[in-house]
Antibody, heavy 121, light 108 residues
Framework: EVQLVQSGAVVKKPGDSLKISCKGS????????IGWVRQMPGKGLEWMGF????????RYSPSFEGQVTFSVDKSISTAYLQWSSLKASDTAMYYC??????????????WGQGTLVTVSS | SYELTQPPSVSVSPGQTANITCSGD??????TSWYQQESGQSPVLVIY???KRPSGIPERFSGSNSGNTATLTISGTQTMDEADYFC???????????FGGGTKLTVL
């Protein structure tokens, strides 16, 4: 089965570091971009950026540049989203999604189940 | 930065046609995708490249894009179609993915 499986919900304190994961299966993981999307409680979808597992080439949304880091371990078909110092405003659901590309254009055809991150003192 | 505007809500009676719009500058020149997000669930791709349906998406879902407006049309709307719908583009000039603010479809 083609799927993306994300790590479970976490509760952290402000200032903590965190790394969440997204494991792909059922397709050739290195050859499709993996995007990350934030959804704050009751709000819409926000694109954070994406990473190409084949060579770890990363593109960040200006809104998230410097705030998070993408990485990948293609040997285990897993992408990661990392924070070095969480803030309460990072509380949200985070989705990974596979991006398919046609020329310059792309869309997200496969989504993970989401990881809920709660940051609270 | 490029912006996409969606109506916050659309209501439709079961069996009727729902049209959900997405507006942006010269949007007709850019491929638009649509996602359905049911309450508490992950988004699901329902339309890509303006009017293509992924396998498994019912034929009642269709899309169009012209001028400054892309439209997701749900024909013969069912109660199971009640969800939030988001449009999305790749804004080449800013090099980024842009989502619309989302439209809550109510079927009653």
């Amino acid at each position: 089965e083609v799927q993306l499986v994300q790590s479970g919900a976490v509760v952290k304190k402000p200032g903590d570091s965190l790394k969440i994961s997204c494991k792909g299966s059922g397709y050739t993981f290195p050859f499709s971009w993996i995007g990350w999307v934030r959804q704050m409680p009751g709000k819409g979808l926000e694109w954070m950026g994406f990473i190409y597992p084949g060579d770890s080439d990363s593109r960040y949304s200006p809104s998230f540049e410097g705030q998070v880091t993408f990485s990948v371990d293609k040997s285990i078909s897993t992408a990661y989203l990392q924070w070095s110092s969480l803030k309460a405003s990072d509380t949200a659901m985070y989705y990974c999604a596979r991006r398919l590309v046609y020329g310059d254009y792309g869309w997200f055809d496969l989504w993970g189940q989401g990881t809920l991150v709660t940051v609270s003192s | 930065s490029y912006e996409l505007t969606q109506p916050p809500s659309v209501s439709v009676s079961p069996g009727q046609t729902a049209n959900i719009t997405c507006s942006g500058d010269k949007l007709g020149n850019i491929y638009t995708s649509w996602y359905q997000q049911e309450s508490g669930q992950s988004p699901v791709l329902v339309i890509y490249q303006d009017d293509k349906r992924p396998s498994g998406i019912p034929e009642r879902f269709s899309g169009s894009n012209s001028g400054n407006t892309a439209t997701l049309t749900i024909s013969g709307t069912q109660t199971m179609d009640e969800a939030d719908y988001f449009c999305q583009v790749w804004a080449r000039n800013t090099g980024g993915v842009v989502f619309g603010g989302g439209t809550k479809l109510t079927v009653l």
